[in-house]
């Protein structure tokens, strides 16, 4: 069973940062489809940052400029760097891969426990 296990989250004022960190229990780390999502309460889970095997990323639009993803394969790790954090970036931040799928051509999602992320003052 792939293994995720987040770090890095906290208690951070407005404009603060946070570097989340998720190492993955995969040989196959480096070519993995890497993400991060969060949840706030009452809300869906919802898409922050991908970085991808060959290493393009995509970000949402809501974090454009504030936050940078990235791998250090060696570590069979993804970090999250957030800056300029908002209250609204309040929530459970969550580490997913997606790797093989149970047959061929599909895919599936692997999930973190989850750390928890508050911006206040």
Request: hydrophobic share 35%.
């Amino acid at each position: 069973q792939v293994q995720l296990m987040e770090s890095g989250g906290g208690l951070v004022q407005p404009g603060g940062s946070l570097r989340l960190s998720c190492v993955a229990s995969v040989s196959a780390f480096s070519i993995s489809d890497m993400g991060w999502y969060r949840q706030a309460p009452g809300k869906q889970r919802e898409l922050v940052a991908r970085i991808f095997g060959n290493g393009f990323t995509h970000y949402a639009d809501f974090v454009k400029g504030r936050f940078t993803i990235s791998r250090d394969n060696a570590k069979n790790t993804v970090y999250l760097q957030m800056n300029s954090l908002k209250p609204e970036d309040t929530a459970v931040y969550y580490c997913r891969l997606r790797g093989a799928g149970e047959f061929a051509n599909t895919a599936t999602d692997y999930w973190g426990q989850g750390t928890q992320v508050t911006v206040s003052s």
